[in-house]
């Protein structure tokens, strides 16, 4: 019997195809693949698969991706007859035979245009299986490739050329009750730099963790791609390129397509906005423009420093020291890195009698250029001054490393590889139980593996990591699962607590009240086999405590009638009528 020839779904079907087999022939194997990615449409099309009489079991998931196959020609049907409880049981098994991430997110986005109630079904039950294929690292790759996959936006683009009809165009949308939008202009795309009108795809997949981590029904929220034009000459030159063909926005551009867009945005009422892998000098200008005047974070900055603030008071507790006993040092100093290092120096600030400049010298950094300190404030950008400390300079990380003999470590410079055998032996020397922490996303960007980590420093890390990493089996054949430090836990608690209490702002509070409400959920026994998190599988219980949490601690920022009055349970019994569920499902605040 003649073999499937290449591409991953033709493998699949191979692989699916019964004894009694009916033959296609190259032309209708080829007009399948037609809306699949090139490197699943090869030259030779033919495969076998089973047609006859007995009913193929062909999983549902390929009749989104081959919309031909569920015509009448064949009998299709799914694995098993399924029931609207069961459906997401079967459909996660037939994602999980897709052979590669790329082809997972493809087969996902597909089954979100074509039925959004069975995707969020799938997603909301199998949130942690499915996360990886959302979001990071495999929206890392679809971001990359966004322009020449065979994808439907499900968002607003709105470009330089749409200057002075913004919000013409907001206004035409279909959705007339928007409350949550994220918002990016593709500059900084995770660690992979100006990615463009390509952006949109990061817009997508945080806005879609609203609904699966939050329960904001997705009817509320509106993914945008600001379209300023893109430096990334690959993308310029690609013909498959969908955005603007021209260089980034001058400073006046961006500010005035900004301007309006915020404007615009007010016209729909209450809106929280998250902004979104903006480059590092507009980020803060972002945030310092209207921070204050509107429901508004950026989760790059805040998000970010947040959820690692949760992982260093987890892992301080499993070492058995206080945060103020800790010297933090971080490799890289953009806008992750300093957001970091200004809300641990807040927590201390707030937690002790220790001033806010106190608090700050618990941090130091190492750039690219060497350690940040005084000698060179001169030429830091602004961001980096509150941390130019009166030290010596040291040329790179490891001078540095040994001058200041760092308690934890943090990665956030996107360089891979730069936590290697040496900085943890360091470590190991410095620290009974060094706390190592590669936050770069995508995995490719990490500083360094789980499994290097682990073996590097004897067992003895405490680690968390931006992109998950496969658990290891130790010397004894116990298999150790690393923790990651997922924005996921933070962002959408925070923009859902906004939302629901109408705040007016959103301060750096907020975030302090999360993450320690996050920490204090790690339990005795989860630090013992290396747990710094909740469990993700409980997301949704997670996030409606935090959400009960912050607005009960942040009444003030509420704009609802009678909400400094509310007690911490009505707070957590309006966050729990407000979970969304898609139809046919259990409530989810029966298990609350």
Not at 315 to 336: C, H, K, N, P, S
Not at 450 to 463: D, L, Q, R, S
């Amino acid at each position: 019997m003649q073999k499937v020839v290449n591409g991953p779904l033709l493998s699949l079907l191979n692989s699916l195809r019964r004894r009694e087999s009916t033959f296609f022939n190259t032309s209708v194997a080829t007009s399948l693949c037609n809306d699949w990615p090139t490197s699943a449409r090869q030259t030779s099309a033919r495969f076998y698969c089973s047609l006859s009489n007995r009913s193929m079991a062909l999983p549902k998931v390929l009749s989104f991706c081959f919309p031909a196959l569920s015509g009448s020609q064949s009998t299709v049907r799914p694995i098993v007859e399924q029931t609207e409880h069961s459906r997401p049981m079967v459909t996660l098994a037939e994602i999980e035979r897709l052979p590669l991430p790329i082809d997972k997110y493809i087969a996902l986005r597909d089954m979100k245009t074509k039925g959004s109630d069975d995707y969020y079904r799938l997603l909301m039950r199998h949130t942690q299986e499915v996360l990886p294929f959302i979001y990071t690292p495999t929206v890392g790759e679809a971001c990359q490739r966004y322009h020449e996959l065979p994808l439907t936006t499900h968002g607003l683009y709105i470009s330089l050329e749409d200057s002075g009809k913004v919000l013409q165009k907001i206004q035409a949308l279909p959705q007339k009750d928007i409350r949550i939008i994220v918002v990016t202009d593709g500059e900084r795309i995770l660690g992979l730099g100006d990615l463009g009108a390509n952006g949109m795809g990061i817009s997508e997949g945080k806005i879609t963790l609203y609904t699966a981590a939050a329960g904001v029904d997705p009817k509320y929220c509106l993914p945008v791609c600001l379209d300023m034009g893109t430096n990334n000459k690959k993308l310029l030159v690609d013909p498959k390129y969908k955005g603007l063909r021209r260089p980034r926005a001058t400073q006046t551009e961006f500010d005035s397509l900004v301007s309006e867009f915020m404007s615009a945005v007010k016209s729909l009422g209450h809106v929280m906005v998250q902004y979104e892998d903006f480059g590092n000098t507009n980020a803060f200008r972002l945030l310092q423009t209207y921070k204050k005047t509107a429901c508004c974070f950026n989760d790059d900055i805040e998000g970010t420093a947040a959820i690692t603030l949760t992982t260093v008071l987890a892992a301080v507790r499993g070492t058995g020291r206080q945060l103020a006993d800790q010297r933090i040092m971080f490799l890289g100093a953009g806008e992750a890195g300093t957001g970091i290092g200004q809300l641990i120096a807040y927590s201390l600030h707030k937690r002790s009698e220790m001033s806010m400049q106190d608090a700050l010298q618990h941090c130091t950094y190492v750039d690219s250029k060497g350690l940040v300190c005084a000698s060179r404030r001169n030429e830091l950008q602004h961001h980096k001054i509150p941390f130019a400390h009166d030290i010596p300079f040291c040329p790179d990380l490891k001078t540095a490393m040994k001058q200041v003999r760092p308690t934890v470590l943090i990665g956030v410079s996107t360089v891979p590889g730069s936590f290697d055998k040496e900085v943890m032996d360091m470590m190991c020397e410095f620290n009974e139980r060094p706390i190592i922490l590669p936050l770069s996303n995508p995995t490719s960007k990490a500083e360094c593996t789980f499994e290097e980590a682990y073996k590097w420093t004897n067992g003895k890390v405490i680690f968390a990591s931006g992109s998950p990493f496969d658990p290891i089996k130790n010397a004894e054949g116990v298999v150790i699962s690393p923790a990651q430090a997922n924005n996921a836990y933070v962002f959408p608690a925070i923009g859902h607590a906004a939302s629901l209490a109408k705040w007016t702002s959103i301060p750096d509070d907020a975030f302090l009240l999360c993450a320690e409400a996050l920490a204090d959920m790690t339990t005795a026994e989860d630090l013992k086999v290396g747990r710094l998190f909740p469990p993700f599988s409980k997301i949704m219980e997670v996030s409606t405590d935090v959400m009960a949490h912050v607005m009960w601690k942040l009444p003030e920022l509420s704009q609802l009638p009678n909400a400094q009055n509310m007690t911490k349970e009505q707070w957590r019994q309006l966050a729990s009528s407000h979970l969304w569920r898609p139809a046919g499902s259990p409530s989810l605040s029966s298990k609350l």
